[in-house]
């Protein structure tokens, strides 16, 4: 009980396992890996995404209970901030290795955050399906990737 109420151990759950799976990957991560093509590079951020995105299809019920929380601004979570900066560099380590500028990535990593925090939260929320929802990503992240040398 030393989190609180419901919603806050809600919260502590939710987080302490997302933030469990940056640290197993946080071994994986490498900057100096080689550029990759573009079509590798989109299965390695959806890779990225894929235990998330399983974790919260996995209960809709407490997923749901999860978006509400966080949307309500009633308890803290490190989804917003601790988490959420350890995803973007990750997403924004695999989209500098397409060509995209350092500038570039890293706001490309921040439109994919944010799509697929998005996308996560109305599948919670029962709106999209998960394949629909996984599918919308994917054409996300393609177009991101996509800009990469066209700005030149």
Request: aromatic residues 8%; glycine residues 8%; contains cysteine.
């Amino acid at each position: 009980m030393a989190v609180g109420d419901k919603g806050a151990l809600l919260v502590s759950i939710f987080d302490g396992w997302i933030d469990a799976v940056h640290k197993a990957r946080s071994s994986d991560h490498d900057t100096g890996r080689p550029l990759c093509a573009s079509a590798d590079a989109v299965n390695e951020v959806m890779a990225l995404f894929e235990p998330f995105v399983a974790y919260f299809a996995r209960n809709r019920a407490l997923s749901r209970e999860y978006a509400a929380i966080i949307v309500r601004g009633s308890h803290e979570s490190e989804i917003f901030q601790a988490l959420a900066l350890a995803l973007i560099a990750e997403l924004q380590e695999v989209l500098s290795r397409t060509g995209l500028s350092t500038d570039d990535a890293g706001t490309g990593a921040r439109l994919v955050y944010f799509s697929y925090l998005g996308l996560l939260m109305t599948v919670a929320n029962g709106a999209l399906e998960e394949e629909v929802a996984t599918a919308q990503l994917r054409d996300a992240v393609t177009f991101v990737i996509s800009q990469s040398g066209e700005q030149e």
